[in-house]
Every structure is written in C-alpha cells, then in structure tokens.
C-alpha cells in the first residue's frame, strides 16, 4: 500500500472549516484513500474514503486531486468533538483489506 | 454505522497471568477481524488478521503462541495473551469487515491492558 504524508498537527477554530492534507505520490490505480479518526482513547471511527471523484457524507467531503496524488478532507464546520487524531491511509482494491495506520494529524479544535 | 464491541474495555491482571479479549459485531456478519495494538502516544499497528473458521495471519514479529487469535463464528473473534508481562500493556483494539464486500472497517472502542 502507498505510503501517505500528513502534518503532525493542525488546531482550527470552532465553526469554522478544517481542512486536512494528505499527500500520497505513490498512490496506484487501484487504491482507495480512506479516512479515519481516534478520539482519544477511543478506537478509530470510519468517515469516508473514495477512489478517483470527490466525496461527500454526513460528516465530511472528501477532494481528491486529478492526478490522485493527494487529497484532502474538510470537517465544513468543526466542533470541540472533532478534537482527534485524523488518519489518511491508502489501501489496495482486492481480498487484502489491511489498513495500516500512520501517525496522522492531530486536529485540536479551539473555541 | 456498523457496530462493533470489545469486552472488557479495561483490564487488570498479575504478570504470567493469561487474559481474553472478546470482539463482536453486534449487528452484522463480519468475515474477517483485524487485531492492532497501540502503545501510548503511538499509532496502531496491526498484529493480526483473522477470517471465520480459518487460523490466524499474523503479522511480522508478533507470536502467535503469546497472542492466540480465534474466530469461531462471523461475530465473534477472541485475543488470549498469554503468560503476560508489563511489556505487554497496551490498548488492544479489534475491528471487523462487513460480510459481503463491503470495503469500510469498523472499530472496536478498544481494551486498556496493564499487566502489573
């Protein structure tokens, strides 16, 4: 599985967008970008992931660049309860559904 | 969301001691479970795979006899340390594959081990 790049932390304002990057140059044609986020203490909870298009759910957009090599996931208006860490992983199409985490970012929302 | 179980969520045991750790899907089938342990302030690294009715894929480095794996119905996988030691202290989480599929894992809110 392509290896991804995050910033170790980011702080964003409460009600405001947050705007995470994740670069993954090596990305091949069959890998989905999925992401996760940890809640400290907590096990990781699924938001979204997506393939070539951009995706939208209850919880986030995701926006993946032309040339897949990196993307980035939006929280369009950021709560105290999305203070986690955010993790970008890239994973294989096919029976292997191993997801291996980096160290993510740390997103701290302020009020 | 799917959901996912662990029991318990916090443990204490003596050193040489053996502990369970239950993972359930409590409303879907899940054909494959994933076992990962995190130490603190650390990222969660992936221990093994487990498919219904089949042994255990480990990964590299981690014993298979220390850390027994059983996945003896779609919604339920078990983690037994064995003979445990301080080292072993780690948050153990669990996450299942819907049967099916589907591409999304779901996570288990995971089990605080501290063997003293």
């Known amino acids: 599985d392509a290896k991804t790049t995050q910033p170790t932390s980011m702080d964003c304002a409460e009600g405001r967008a947050a705007n995470l990057p994740c670069n993954h140059s090596?990305?091949?044609?069959?890998?989905?970008v999925y992401w996760y986020r940890q809640i400290h203490s907590q096990g990781p909870q699924y938001i979204i992931h997506g393939l070539k298009n951009n995706e939208t759910n209850e919880m986030a957009s995701l926006i993946i660049t032309e040339d897949r090599k990196s993307s980035t996931l939006i929280l369009p208006h950021a709560t105290l309860r999305d203070t986690a860490v955010y993790y970008c992983?890239?994973?294989?199409?096919?029976?292997?559904?191993?997801?291996?985490f980096g160290k993510g970012t740390l997103l701290t929302v302020n009020p | 969301g799917a959901v996912v179980s662990q029991h318990p969520s916090r443990v204490i045991c003596k050193s040489g001691t053996s502990v369970k750790i239950e993972c359930r899907s409590l409303?879907?089938?899940?054909?494959?479970m994933f076992w990962y342990r995190q130490f603190p302030k650390k990222s969660l690294m992936l221990m093994a795979t487990s498919n219904e009715g089949s042994k255990a894929t480990y990964e590299q480095g981690v014993e298979k006899d220390k850390f027994l794996i059983n996945h003896a119905s779609l919604t339920l996988s078990t983690l037994t340390v064995t003979s445990a030691h301080p080292e072993d202290s780690s948050f153990y989480i669990c996450?299942?594959?819907?049967?099916?599929?589907?591409?999304?894992?779901?996570f288990g809110q995971g089990t605080r081990l501290t063997v003293v």
């Open positions: 992983i890239v994973r294989g199409g096919g029976s292997n559904y191993k997801l291996t």
């Open positions: 409303d879907f089938q899940a054909t494959t």
């Open positions: 996450s299942a594959r819907l049967a099916g599929g589907s591409t999304e894992a779901f």
């Open positions: 090596t990305i091949s044609g069959n890998e989905y």
